[in-house]
């Protein structure tokens, strides 16, 4: 089974900030396949990007997504204070489809 | 966009089964895939298995023997239930779906907190 392992496990950092989170796969994948949810306290996940670097309906364009094989990242350029949560990567290619563990984003 | 409300009760006792059930929107329930996922305290998420409108069902092999999953088109909700439940069951349990691939979860809920007691 698909293993993703998110890095760092909390980043602490201020508004207007560039924001860069990791997620490597156990083994190599297709970027076709993935994706990233954020999640605020209290409010539902929502998909920020699918297809390793399409955004989803509403979101800004601060977000960005690059990578390859096993290494991915999600870049948030300027952070905002409503990007402060956490972010899961998840690969949907093959079920059973898993998800990293997070990276929650504070602020500093 | 589509909106999902999952409900159920929050205390089941070990041994029993859980049962929740997400109701849709609107009539999405016969264009989407439909997930449920769980994140027991502390854990990453973890999904537990999709419902198309068809019935098809596709499970996390590792809850396989445990889940059921159906669907109710007239009523717009789609249901998860788990049986022979213990403490490790305990988690937020989220309903999703996915419009375009069944593991891409495009909308969710906000989750609902079930304990297992003893």
């Known amino acids: 089974e698909l293993v993703l392992t998110q890095s760092p496990g909390t980043l602490s950092l201020s508004p207007g900030e560039r924001a860069t989170l990791s997620c490597r796969a156990s083994q190599s994948v297709t970027s076709d396949y993935l994706a990233w949810y954020q999640h605020r306290p209290g409010q539902a996940p929502r998909l920020l990007l699918y297809g390793e670097s399409v955004r989803a309906i509403g979101i800004p364009d601060r977000f960005s997504g690059s990578g390859s094989g096993t290494d991915f990242t999600l870049t948030i350029s300027r952070l905002e204070p409503e990007d402060f949560a956490v972010y899961y990567c998840q690969h949907y290619g093959n079920s059973p489809y898993t998800l990293g563990q997070g990276t929650k984003l504070e602020i500093k | 966009q589509v909106q999902l409300r999952g409900s159920g009760p929050g205390v089941v006792k070990a041994s029993e089964t859980l049962s929740l059930t997400c109701s849709v929107s609107?009539?999405?329930?016969?264009?989407?895939?439909w997930s449920w996922i769980r994140q027991p305290p502390g854990k990453r998420l973890e999904w537990i298995g999709f419902?198309?409108?068809?019935?098809?069902?596709n499970y996390n092999p590792a809850l396989k023997s445990r889940v059921t999953m159906s669907i109710d088109r007239s009523k717009n909700q789609f249901s998860l239930t788990l049986n022979s439940v213990t403490a490790a069951d305990t988690a937020v349990y989220y309903c999703?779906?996915?419009?375009?691939?069944?593991?891409?979860?495009?909308?969710w809920g906000q989750g609902t907190l079930v304990t297992v007691s003893s």
């Open positions: 999703a779906g996915g419009e375009w691939a069944p593991g891409r979860f495009d909308t």
């Open positions: 419902i198309y409108h068809t019935g098809y069902t």
């Open positions: 609107d009539n999405s329930i016969s264009k989407f895939y």
